[in-house]
């Protein structure tokens, strides 16, 4: 029977337990999936510590960053057999309860599974089918190539993967943080600047003569500064912003309408922008910064996401098998 590492209580959201459970019955779309990697995403730490609501369900096992090889699939499945492939908190149609990846096995629909291609390590991939595809997929949506000036805020989980995927796609990336420690990091990563807005609040004043194309804002604070970020585009430029504060972001309509900027927000990606962005990770070598570490390790791990005390993200590998 499958195991995972399970949270029942989100005023106790570190406190893991090991629980069997039952898969979703079998259709012909289904991929079965016995699960070697698990990403850790801060959404995972918002669900199960409650900042996003309560929990659906009686225990929750988080991840979906979920990385594993197929071990059965339904009849009308056609596109993945055998290969490492790519979800918790909620019910199947048929009742039972949606597990994620801090566990042994996964049952999916095939439209959600995505092979891996050779060369793409499996504890590398595994941030990518969140973190990854979540700066991917407005980096490829907004046209960013040769010629493009980017600019990145936030480096973190998310940021550190736009810094290097909007560098493998051609354009010129401008690293932006808070914190002045990161600039070693930002400019390994492929960054041509950084930025410390800590160090230099009228940080956005300096860009009005090299404005930027497209600003991927990943912050999750609702402190961010968005005003000074609209300032710095070009003309009809677009922040785009996949972080998620828990709290209000305040801005005015004149601070987009002096530039005629376009303000908006994207939700991961879909399945044709994942197998390309797995394409140029594995064509670019593409390696994300992880911490490696057992899954039994969970309880800390979730707990230093919480701090933003990782560089910068965490994996999980299977010790339950």
């Known amino acids: ?69 197929v071990t059965k699939v339904g009849k009308n499945v056609k596109d993945i057999k055998g290969h490492m492939v790519d979800t918790y908190n909620s019910t199947w149609p048929d009742g039972s309860i949606a597990q994620g990846g801090y566990s042994t096995n996964i049952r999916a629909p095939e439209q959600f599974v995505f092979p891996i291609p050779e060369g793409l390590k499996s504890e590398h991939a595994a941030p990518m089918l969140c973190a990854g595809l979540t700066v991917y997929s407005p980096l490829l949506r907004n046209k960013v190539g040769p010629g493009s000036r980017v600019g990145v805020v936030g480096i973190g989980g998310l940021g550190h993967f736009a810094v290097m995927f909007a ?118 070598k593409i390696e994300p910064w992880i911490e490696l570490v057992d899954m039994k390790e969970c309880s800390k791990a979730v707990e230093r996401v919480s701090k933003g005390d990782i560089r910068y993200r965490f994996v999980l590998k299977q010790d339950l098998n």
Not at 40 to 69: A, F, K, N, R, Y
Not at 230 to 258: F, N, Y
């Open 167 to 284: 560098k493998a796609m051609g354009a010129e990336v401008v690293a932006i943080s808070h914190s002045a420690n990161k600039k070693d990091d930002a400019l390994k990563m492929g960054a041509s600047e950084f930025v410390s807005t800590k160090e230099d609040p009228e940080w956005s004043k300096k860009y009005l003569n090299k404005p930027f194309d497209v600003i991927i804002n990943t912050a999750s604070s609702a402190a961010v500064d968005l005003p000074g970020m609209v300032s710095a585009l070009k003309t009809e430029g677009r922040c785009i912003c996949v972080g998620m504060p828990e709290d209000v972001i305040k801005l005015r309509v004149q601070d987009l309408a002096m530039r005629g900027a376009f303000l908006g927000s994207s939700h991961i990606g879909n399945k044709k922008e994942a197998l390309s962005m797995l394409k140029l990770a594995a064509e670019k």
């Open 1 to 69: 029977m499958p195991k995972g590492y399970a949270i029942s209580d989100t005023k106790n959201w570190t406190d893991f337990k090991v629980i069997d459970f039952d898969l979703k019955t079998p259709e012909d779309d289904d991929i079965d999936v016995s699960i070697t990697h698990c990403g850790i995403c801060g959404s995972d730490v918002h669900t199960i510590s409650g900042g996003w609501g309560p929990l659906s369900v009686p225990q929750v096992i988080p991840g979906h960053e979920i990385i594993g090889t």
